[in-house]
T-cell receptor
Framework: AQSVAQPEDQVNVAEGNPLTVKCTYS??????LFWYVQYPNRGLQFLLK??????LVKGSYGFEAEFNKSQTSFHLKKPSALVSDSALYFC?????????????FGAGTRLFVKA | NAGVTQTPKFRVLKTGQSMTLLCAQDMNHEYMYWYRQDPGMGLRLIHYSVGEGTTAKGEVPDGYNVSRLKKQNFLLGLESAAPSQTSVYFCASSGTPVAKNIQYFGAGTRLSVL
């Protein structure tokens, strides 16, 4: 069965410092990976995705993610964190085994950026 | 461009009452989803639809029913609400090809069952 794991419930970082939010996955075949962000009292918003091609994917708001097939990871990164980046971040993978209709979400990682 | 609209935004029910949550999307998407979000558990899929007139069970379908009579609308029903259904409910839609496409989410419905 396909799955995705976010090993950290919360990540704390100072404004201006680089940030990393970790994600590992388990899939059969090629993974279709996504990152979403959720601000308070809002729905999830798409940040970036990896389907194929370059291992470094660039997305919205200056975020990027690195796909590492050997480590089965898809970590979210940003070179310089902003207080406004504080939010809940979800890693997700498409469930290809059942036709790709469904998305499997991680439990989420809360990012707290301190001024 | 409204995207995905959910109504209502908030609701309080008593145990045993029924209600329907409405999701509407204006992007002509084939695929629609209902999720519930509970602390520490991420998003769990309740039901989904791959097109007008079709529905399928997700990860946690018990106690819920859905209908997709029109392509743009996806309704989630609770026939007899229970406290365990207290949660935040999100609707989402996706275009084709579905496996490579992103999901667009509504703002959510916060439901409390007393």
């Amino acid at each position: 069965a396909q799955s995705v794991a976010q090993p950290e419930d919360q990540v704390n970082v100072a404004e201006g410092n680089p940030l990393t939010v970790k994600c590992t996955y388990s899939v059969s075949g090629n993974p279709y990976l996504f990152w979403y962000v959720q601000y308070p009292n809002r729905g999830l918003q798409f940040l970036l995705k990896y389907i194929t091609g370059d291992n470094l994917v660039k997305g919205s708001y200056g975020f990027e993610a690195e796909f590492n097939k050997s480590q089965t990871s898809f970590h979210l990164k940003k070179p310089s964190a902003l207080v406004s980046d504080s939010a809940l971040y979800f890693c997700a993978v498409r469930d290809i085994e059942t036709g790709g209709f469904k998305t499997i979400f991680g439990a989420g990682t809360r990012l707290f950026v301190k001024a | 461009n409204a995207g995905v609209t959910q109504t209502p935004k908030f609701r309080v029910l008593k145990t045993g009452q029924s209600m329907t949550l409405l999701c509407a999307q204006d992007m002509n998407h084939e695929y629609m989803y209902w999720y519930r979000q509970d602390p520490g558990m991420g998003l769990r899929l309740i039901h989904y639809s791959v097109g007008e007139g079709t529905t399928a069970k997700g990860e946690v379908p018990d106690g819920y029913n859905v209908s997709r009579l029109k392509k743009q609308n996806f309704l989630l029903g609770l026939e007899s609400a229970a406290p365990s259904q207290t949660s935040v409910y999100f609707c989402a839609s996706s275009g084709t090809p579905v496996a490579k496409n992103i999901q667009y989410f509504g703002a959510g419905t916060r439901l409390s069952v007393l």
